[in-house]
């Protein structure tokens, strides 16, 4: 099992940023990777950023050169740095967490932005 507890969501202004910080607790030595995903009202959950145990790192076209994603998979901790914040950026984000097998999910951060 790991448990997933996310933070830093909140209300920014367009051009701002945001840090969104998920921590794991449990079966993390066992984790291949972590990430972030977000999700409005009517539409499916997306993918927004992720981290492999590696180091590797994808990201939604919407947002590359905006949001990075960093972390430690070993060490359960995965952030998500987010600049020139728009109003369509506005979502409840999820943290990630991948082992062979199984998904886990944080219970989601809104972030909001508007002027």
């Known amino acids: 099992q790991v448990q997933l507890v996310e933070s830093g969501g909140g209300l920014v202004q367009p051009g701002g940023s945001l840090r969104l910080s998920c921590a794991a607790s449990?079966?993390?030595?066992?984790?291949?990777?972590m990430g972030w995903y977000r999700q409005v009202p009517g539409k499916q959950r997306e993918l927004v950023a992720v981290?492999?145990?590696?180091?590797?790192?994808t990201y939604a076209d919407s947002v590359k050169g905006r949001f990075t994603v960093s972390g430690d998979n070993a060490k359960g901790t995965v952030y998500l740095q987010m600049n020139s914040l728009r109003p369509e950026d506005t979502a409840v984000y999820y943290c990630?967490?991948?082992?062979?097998?199984?998904?886990?999910w944080g219970q989601g951060t809104q972030v909001t932005v508007s002027s």
């Open positions: 449990g079966s993390i030595s066992s984790l291949l990777v």
């Open positions: 981290i492999t145990r590696g180091g590797r790192t």
């Open positions: 990630n967490a991948a082992l062979v097998g199984k998904v886990y």
